[in-house]
């Protein structure tokens, strides 16, 4: 067993795999290394709780007493520069040197801006870290009108929680749907009609925008027309922190390629969460379940080979307003979707040529979710199932 752990990240996955570690038994030293210098949390609730909630807590992974338990050695705020392979050392932003038997590369991503310009105006805000939910909710307590820069899940969360807190939102998608890249055209619809009867102002399609200043507010350009903010918040996705893969010669396609068990391409160097490439998709999947399963399985592979690979649809679930929205799988090419409306819930099940679920989005229904997931590890053929019709229970196919 290895003597020296390093983990690299204090988020989600670095800090569910200091538990397994633990937990599984490795009594060796583990060493995280963490820019921010706040206990391990997860990110979720930044746009939903910590922007709604009177007095929002730090989401914490583990409770305090939990988290001394785990007899972690701490490096914060720190950030690991270089990781130089030959002498397996990672170098740190105070020129220390840290050794280790294994590693294992949790950096998550950082909130994509469209232009440097839009990272200097004072009113600009992304949302990745606590500290910038927390500044985000006192500029939304001072705010009557915001701008969302971004369609996808986080700015739509955005929107919602602004909306509840009572701003005027209007949203801004260069795309012409909403959530494109991770959901089919219906469920785009839904989406966009959710958030219309909220009364946000939803503008896609818009293209490339350009923010100026007015007296200090932003005011953002879109087909010849300026608007005036008292905020902006960019949600348009995650530059992932994949440089100290890349210097370090790690093989890296749209993350860092590793095998089921979380393994680089050294393998002494393992990576977890958001910038570990999702063995079956092919790309970052980058969610809550993610960051916490596939760390869970490469902690233990890490201290036991024999270890079982993680192989686990992607799912991941956005709250808005009051519907709980659960995605199940990917968006692919060639799948037929049908669309099942109940009184309380909609879902949109997106079946393969071969009748196989490819992707089931569920609006209000945790319980389908959890069928469907073993729907998709069996391979069920559902093409003969009227999945449609209402009176016809779902729950018999269990
Ligand atoms: C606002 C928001 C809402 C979300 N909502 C949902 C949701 O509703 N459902 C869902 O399924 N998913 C949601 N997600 C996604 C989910 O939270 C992420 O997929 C998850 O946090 C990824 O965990 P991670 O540990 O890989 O990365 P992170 O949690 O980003 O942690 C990485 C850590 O590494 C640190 N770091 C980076 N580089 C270095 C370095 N060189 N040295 C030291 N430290 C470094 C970073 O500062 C960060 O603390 C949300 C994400 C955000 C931002």
Not at 297 to 322: G, R, V
Request: net charge negative; charged share 25%; glycine share 8%.
């Amino acid at each position: 067993m290895s003597s020296r752990i390093v983990i690299i990240g204090g988020g989600q996955a670095g800090g569910w795999a200091a538990k397994t570690l633990r937990d599984e038994g490795f009594d060796g030293e583990i060493c995280i290394v963490a820019e921010e210098v706040w206990d391990f949390y997860e990110r979720p609730p930044l746009s939903k709780a910590a922007l709604l909630d009177a007095e929002p807590q730090l989401p914490r992974l583990f409770t305090q007493d939990a988290q001394q338990a785990l007899n972690l050695r701490w490096f914060r705020p720190r950030r690991a520069e270089a990781i130089v392979r030959d002498e397996k050392v990672v170098m740190l932003d105070n020129g220390e040197k840290l050794a280790y038997d294994q590693l294992l590369l949790a950096t998550g991503g950082r909130a994509r801006l469209p232009g440097n310009d839009w990272r200097a105006h004072p009113q600009v805000y992304t949302l990745r870290h606590w500290d910038d939910a927390t500044r985000l909710k006192q500029r939304l307590a001072e705010s009557q009108r915001l701008a969302v820069v971004g369609g996808g899940w986080i700015g739509l969360e955005i929107a919602a929680s602004a909306r509840k807190s009572g701003v005027d939102v209007v949203l801004f998608e260069q795309q012409s749907a909403l959530c494109q890249r991770s959901v089919n055209a219906a469920v785009s619809e839904e989406l966009l009609a959710l958030h219309r009867e909220q009364g946000v102002d939803v503008r896609c399609g818009c293209g490339a925008l350009e923010l100026s200043d007015n007296h200090g507010r932003p005011e953002i350009h879109c087909d010849g027309q300026r608007e005036t903010f008292d905020a902006v918040v960019v949600g348009i996705g995650v530059e992932l922190n994949l440089e100290l893969a890349r210097a370090a010669g790690l093989k890296v396609d749209r993350a860092i390629v590793v095998d089921g068990q979380g393994r680089t391409s050294d393998p002494a160097i393992f990576a977890a969460g958001d910038v570990a490439q999702h063995l079956r998709y092919g790309l970052s999947v980058q969610s809550w379940a993610f960051a916490q399963n596939q760390a869970v399985a490469t902690a233990k592979a890490m201290i036991d080979p024999t270890a079982p690979a993680y192989d686990e649809a992607a799912w991941l679930w956005s709250d808005q307003y009051h519907h709980n929205i659960q995605i199940l799988g990917v968006p692919q090419s060639g799948s037929r979707t049908v669309v099942r409306r109940e009184p309380r819930s909609t879902l949109f099940f997106s079946l393969g040529e071969d009748g196989q679920l490819t992707q089931l989005v569920a609006f209000n229904d945790a319980r389908t979710v959890k069928l469907a997931k073993r729907w998709m590890a069996s391979g069920r053929d559902l093409s003969g199932v009227p999945l449609t019709d209402p009176d016809f229970s779902l729950m018999s196919l269990r």
